[in-house]
Structures are given as structure tokens and as C-alpha cells.
DNA sequence: AACTTGTCAATTTTT
DNA sequence: TTGACAAGTT
């Protein structure tokens, strides 16, 4: 492997001895050729074993990029005739090498043998029945996804249930203790793990048991963890678990993107690395090779008002580029019409669409903007959203799936216990709780006891629950015989999946669509099965399943068109044209974000601050190679108001030599500001 | 099960 | 002001 192409810090990188390592690297200064070079160099030249080092990344999207670049370096080195080394390599998200653990472990963690996980969807479920015991008649005046953002946090902190301390005068914090004991003790209940059990469970495994602790400490001899930025608690302290033998971890991150610490990651694990690993190297990678100059030196400008950061400040040798295009519009519309004529000009130029990208701080922004590319006829692919969630008839078949091969998964039984429709309404799911309860027993047996008429249920209903059984009990038996693609095939036709989803959808080509997820995921089982058989793997593959974002099924990259995505979702890519809009106050820097504690119910622990804002228009800002666009509004509707808007203090931190203004509002009518800060602002709208 | 009506909130969402 | 969501109604 050749080395020579790498500059001086990364070579470092590349080729440190041992120990810890911390690489901090800044935007678009090579940090996944570093990792990538960084396996190869270990496997290749110093004869590590690939099955002793571990990737760690927050993405399987990720995980699958590095093993591809791992596995073209280590075939490009003609040092090894097949690739095959780069597959034994452990490469993957922390949560998957956790439930990794917890397989291999199950034994002396006394989990069952069937157990399931639960993804956000499922966890809901769990909150929503919780809330309506606890706290029936207002149980809808609570947020679950509110309630799970604190359980979240707390066990991240490795807080137990039971010393949950709410807040004073915080409702949600009341309701969360009372919660939180009782979600535990449900998912225990149900043989379910949440995701965030998938980290803090090895890592209480790995304290508690030295026999566990020693095999997995001395499983890898490298660790690398990508992103390190983004680390939880739990998650640093399952790395210092993985290293506790020989201290060889290769951290890389960048503590000025770190943007997910209302998630529970902590930028200050980056700025702690030589606390958390006396001996520690640090390697500053600062060069970068993406943006020009002016561009780069926006973005640092901006990122320099930030003070609890290792500080850094990008540079580059590339020729330098235009000007920063600083643009007012009067209101959205105008703010997206300006930038959907201005795409339209620049690929009348020759720029190709995909060239470009749209950034925004929240998704709602993207509306105008749909509309006006629509209009002006750009093409476009919006990413995020929740298009996943039309993925709920493979969720429906999976959860009849988790039903037949574990029957403690409630939640997954409540879900099709009346779907497709058979006449189960929530008063009889109700009864069969109830008696569930009574006798300590599982709702899947009061299920079967209510199918053969033994509950106080009417016989219509009890006829209904013996077609669930007996759809449930025909799908365990086909699997048995190891086929488990007819298997699936005899459910759907059983409970006649197809014909409810013909009804349901709107369109033929909806209806088709779905009919093809399902066929997709029978396809994926089928091959899973293949390769491993049984029902053990079976189960092994759902849960996988589970922590598989949709993202990385259709994702096509093929087509030439605009990317429309919040400054979260940009995270990691790289643009020659990029647009931020909505550079505004209270947009980024979100409302949010300025007002400390009021009534913020979402987030307990975290202190908002406009630091991570401050990251996040840092991440957008370097997201450009070539030409960058900051726009602003200097009015917008909000909650129904038409109020004036003031630009952003980002905007007002980038050096104004660097930028030139323009202002679409001049042509149509005098320009509307606000505050002093916009004083600034249309002294230059005058000199332009 | 498909409708209407009322209430409430209004970021970001790797797993 | 929109919209999502859920309870109440037919």
C-alpha cells in the first residue's frame, strides 16, 4: 500500500503504532481515507488479523461505504488475490456489534431464547398502553415520543428506573418516573430490547461478568470509531470495554459537527480523549481538500464564536472561487423561486443537477421550495421525512413473524391481532389484557384460551381470535418444515394481505407498491434463510432487521437531480453547488435554541445552546466545494403572523469581504428589515 | 370503518 | 395558519 499520496497528519494516522489515537479531523480533510488506509495498513503490513479489528460507525450505510473502500484497497495492494479479507472484518453500527454481543451472551444475561427488538415505532407502543394505565383519561395530553426522549437519556446516563429523579414542577418529568420503571419492566415482559438496551446491556454484560468481559476485550486487538463525535455515554463506555486490554483505539471525529447531542452525544468525549485514554496521540487533520478558500474561510469564521472547542481552522491550497452569494428575498417564496431560477440558470450553464444541493434547518422549510422547483420544472429528491413510513405492510408481516417464533412480543401481537380486520375492536383486546393480567400469563395465551371460547368473550370474537391462532399456528408449522419462503407466501394468502391492500390503497400503482415491499421482504428472508437456515437465525435476522434503516434499500443515486435535505441529513456529503436558506434568527439559530428552558419539554438535560446551531450552520457552510449561497427571508408567516425576520448571526459572522449581497426584494419594492442587526445589512443592500 | 370536529403545537431523528 | 391526531359520530 502506498502511503506516499497521504499528507503528513494523515500518514501519522495511518501509521501509528498503538495506543490511543485520537484523529481530529475537520471537514473534507480526507477522514474516511484515513480509517480506510489505516485497515488496510494494519492488515496488510502488520499482519493483523482482519477478524480482530473493529469498524464502529453510527449508519450501516456508513459501515457498508468502508468495508467497499477497505475491501478496493486491499485488492488495489496486489498484495492478496481476492478481497475476501475485507468480509472478515467486524465492520459495522455500534448497536449492531451490541446485539452482536447480546447473542453471543444470551445465556448469562438470562434473555430468552426468542428475543425481539424494538425499534421507535414499537417503543411508542409500549408508551401509548403505559400512558393509558397510568395516567388514563389524560394520558393524550403527554408526547410519548417526549416521554421516550427522556427514558432515552437516562439510561444512556445509566440512571436506573428507579432513581429517576423528576425535576421540580416538570410534568413530563413526573410522568417519566412513573413511566420508566414500567416500560423497563414491559419490554422485560414482552422479551424485547430497545434500542438503546443494544449498548447499555453489553455494557452492564461486560462490567458484571469477567468471563464475558475477557473474551471480548481480547476479541479485537483494534478498535476504530468513526464519527467519535457523535458518542454517548453509554456508547464511550462500551468502547473503553472493547480497549480495556491494549488501549488500541482509533478515534476520529470533529468536535465542530457535532450535531446530535440533543440525542445524548456528548461533543466533550472529543475535547476528554486524552482523559478517557491517558497516553492518548492526537492528530489534527486541517488541511482540506473540498472547498475554496473563501468558502473555508466563511465557515471558520463562523465556527470560531464557538468557545468550548479544541479549535481548528481549516486551510487549503486550491485556486481560490467566487464570492459568497449573500441573498435577501421578501418573503419564502421569493427566497425559493430565487433559488430555483438560479439552478435553472446554472445547469443552463452545463452545472448538472446533482451537483447541487438545497440545506435548511428544518424540513418544513422545504415547502415553498417543492413548489418552486416544481414550477421552474428542476428535478429534485427530497431525503428524510418519513417516506419510511409507507414501509407499515412489511412491518405488518414481520410482526407476524416475531408472533410465531416468540409469543411474549405483545407489541407485535397487538399490532395484527386485528389486522387485517377480523372483528377484534379495542373493547375485546381490553378483556383479553385483563385476564392476561389476572393470571400472570402472556396475551398471546389469553388469545388462544379466548379462540376456544374460554374467556367472557362473544362467540363472534372468539371466532375471530381462532382465525389469528390458527394463521399464526399454520405459519409455525410451514416454517418448520424449513421452507420459509412458502412459509410467508401461505400467511399472505391466509390472511389475504394482498386484497387488504388493494383496498386500502387509493391507486393501483399504491397497492402495487406495497404488494412489491412485501415481495421484497420475502425475497430478502429467503435469502437470509439460504445462507443460514433455522429459526434461530430466523430470529437472529429480524432483529437485525430492526436496526435497518430504510434509507439504504432505494436510495438511488442515479438520477441527475437537485438534493433537498435539513443540515442534519448533510451531514458526511459534499456539494459543487450549495444553497443554505433560511439563514435567519430563529430559523438557524432555531427558536429553539434561544429561549433556554421554556416549557422545553423534549429535552430535559440538554442546555440548548446556540453552540450546536452554530455547528450545524458550520456543517452546511462546508458542505459547498465551489460556489455557496446564503439566503434569508426578510419576512416570513409564523403561527399565522406575518412578523419581520432578522438575519441570522451566522450570516452576520462571515466576514463581508468574502461575500457579495444581493437583494431580490430592491426590484419589486423597498426592502423590509428588522432590528439593528439588519441596519448592517441594508447599508450594503444601498451599495450593491 | 368512514366521516366530522376539536384540540394543540409548531426542530433536528445516525439506531 | 396549517396540520396532525384522536375522539366522537353515523
Given at each position: ?35 480506510t ?16 479489528i ?15 473502500r ?6 488495489g ?54 400512558m ?66 443494544l449498548?447499555?446491556e ?27 463525535q ?72 463562523v ?10 481552522e ?125 393470571r ?5 395465551r ?17 371466532d ?130 434561544l ?12 442546555v ?81
Amino acid at each position: 500500500m502506498d502511503a506516499g499520496h497521504l499528507n503528513a497528519p494523515q500518514r501519522e494516522a495511518v501509521l501509528h503504532e498503538g495506543g490511543p489515537l485520537l484523529v481530529v479531523a475537520g471537514a473534507g480533510s480526507g477522514k474516511t481515507r484515513v480509517i480506510t488506509h489505516r485497515i488496510a495498513h494494519l492488515v496488510l503490513e502488520r499482519g493483523v488479523d482482519p477478524r480482530h479489528i473493529a469498524a464502529l460507525t453510527f449508519t450501516n450505510k456508513a459501515a457498508a461505504e468502508m468495508r467497499g473502500r477497505v475491501a478496493r484497497l486491499i485488492k488495489g495492494s496486489g498484495r492478496t488475490a481476492e478481497g475476501g479479507l475485507a468480509r472478515q472484518l467486524t465492520m459495522g453500527t455500534f448497536h449492531s456489534l451490541g446485539l452482536t454481543i447480546l447473542q453471543r451472551e444470551r445465556a448469562a444475561l438470562g434473555f430468552p431464547r426468542g428475543f425481539v427488538v424494538y425499534d421507535t415505532a414499537d417503543q411508542m407502543g409500549v408508551v401509548r398502553e403505559l400512558m393509558r394505565h397510568v395516567r388514563g383519561g389524560e394520558d393524550r395530553r403527554y408526547d410519548a415520543r417526549s416521554i421516550l426522549t427522556r427514558i432515552s437519556l437516562a439510561k444512556n446516563a445509566f440512571r436506573p428506573p428507579e432513581d429517576y429523579q423528576p425535576a421540580d414542577g416538570d410534568d413530563y418529568d413526573e410522568v417519566t418516573a412513573e413511566i420508566y420503571p414500567r416500560y423497563q419492566a414491559a419490554l422485560r415482559g414482552f422479551a424485547a430490547l430497545d434500542f438503546d438496551d443494544l449498548i447499555t446491556e453489553p455494557v452492564r454484560l461486560l462490567r458484571e461478568h469477567a468471563d464475558v468481559r475477557e473474551r471480548w476485550a481480547s476479541a479485537f486487538s483494534h478498535v476504530l470509531v468513526d464519527e467519535y463525535q457523535d458518542t454517548n455515554r453509554s456508547q464511550l463506555l462500551m468502547v473503553k470495554e472493547l480497549v480495556a486490554r491494549h488501549g488500541n483505539l482509533c478515534a476520529v471525529g470533529d468536535d465542530d459537527q457535532s450535531i446530535y447531542s440533543w440525542r445524548g452525544a456528548d461533543p466533550r468525549h472529543i475535547q476528554d480523549f486524552e482523559r478517557d485514554f491517558p497516553g492518548a496521540r492526537v492528530v489534527v487533520l486541517d488541511q482540506n481538500y473540498r472547498s475554496t478558500p473563501t468558502i473555508l474561510a466563511s465557515a471558520n469564521a463562523v465556527i470560531r464564536n464557538n468557545t468550548d472547542r479544541r479549535g481548528k481552522e481549516l486551510w487549503s491550497t486550491r485556486p481560490d472561487g467566487p464570492p459568497v452569494t449573500a441573498v435577501t428575498a421578501v418573503d419564502p417564496e421569493a427566497e425559493a423561486k430565487f433559488v430555483a431560477q438560479e439552478i435553472a440558470r446554472l445547469t443552463g450553464d452545463g452545472r448538472r443537477h446533482r451537483d447541487i444541493a438545497v440545506l435548511y434547518r428544518s424540513n418544513i422549510q422545504s415547502r415553498e421550495l417543492e413548489e418552486a422547483l416544481r414550477t421552474t420544472r428542476v428535478p429534485y429528491v427530497m431525503v428524510g421525512g418519513q417516506q419510511f413510513y409507507e414501509r407499515k405492510e412489511v412491518k405488518d408481516v414481520i410482526a407476524y413473524l416475531r408472533v410465531a417464533l416468540s409469543e411474549r412480543d405483545e407489541i407485535s401481537l397487538r399490532r395484527i391481532i386485528n389486522y387485517p380486520a377480523r372483528g377484534v375492536g379495542p373493547t375485546t383486546v381490553e378483556k383479553l389484557l385483563h385476564s392476561a393480567h389476572a393470571r400472570h400469563t402472556t396475551l398471546w395465551r389469553a388469545v388462544v384460551d379466548g379462540a376456544s371460547g374460554g374467556g367472557e368473550l362473544r362467540p363472534a370474537q372468539a371466532d375471530a381470535l381462532a382465525g389469528l391462532v390458527a394463521a399464526i399456528s399454520e405459519l409455525r408449522a410451514a416454517m418448520d418444515t424449513g421452507d420459509v419462503q412458502s412459509a410467508v407466501r401461505g400467511l399472505i394468502e391466509t390472511i389475504d394481505l394482498h386484497g387488504d391492500l388493494r383496498a386500502a390503497s387509493t391507486s393501483l400503482t399504491a397497492s402495487q407498491r406495497r404488494i412489491d415491499n412485501v415481495e421484497a421482504l420475502i425475497r430478502q428472508v429467503t435469502e437470509q434463510q439460504k445462507r443460514k437456515p433455522g429459526r434461530e437465525a430466523l430470529l437472529e435476522y429480524l432483529r437485525f432487521l430492526s436496526l435497518a434503516s430504510d434509507s439504504e434499500e432505494e436510495r438511488d443515486d442515479g438520477g441527475d437531480r437537485v438534493l433537498l435535505t435539513t443540515l442534519h441529513g448533510a451531514k458526511g456529503l459534499e456539494f459543487p453547488v450549495v444553497f443554505l436558506i433560511g439563514v435567519e434568527e430563529e430559523i438557524l439559530p432555531h427558536a429553539r435554541s434561544l429561549m433556554p428552558h421554556a416549557n422545553d419539554v423534549s429535552d430535559p438535560d440538554h442546555v440548548s445552546d446556540v453552540s450546536e446551531e452554530r455547528r450545524l450552520a458550520y456543517v452546511g457552510l462546508t458542505r459547498a466545494q465551489e460556489m455557496l449561497y446564503v439566503t434569508r427571508c426578510a419576512s416570513r408567516r409564523r403561527h399565522g403572523r406575518q412578523v419581520l425576520c432578522t438575519p441570522s448571526r451566522f450570516l452576520l459572522e462571515i466576514p463581508e469581504q468574502l461575500m457579495e449581497l444581493r437583494d431580490v426584494a430592491a426590484e419589486s419594492r423597498e426592502p423590509v428589515h428588522a432590528g439593528e442587526l439588519s441596519a448592517f445589512f441594508q447599508k450594503f443592500a444601498t451599495t450593491d
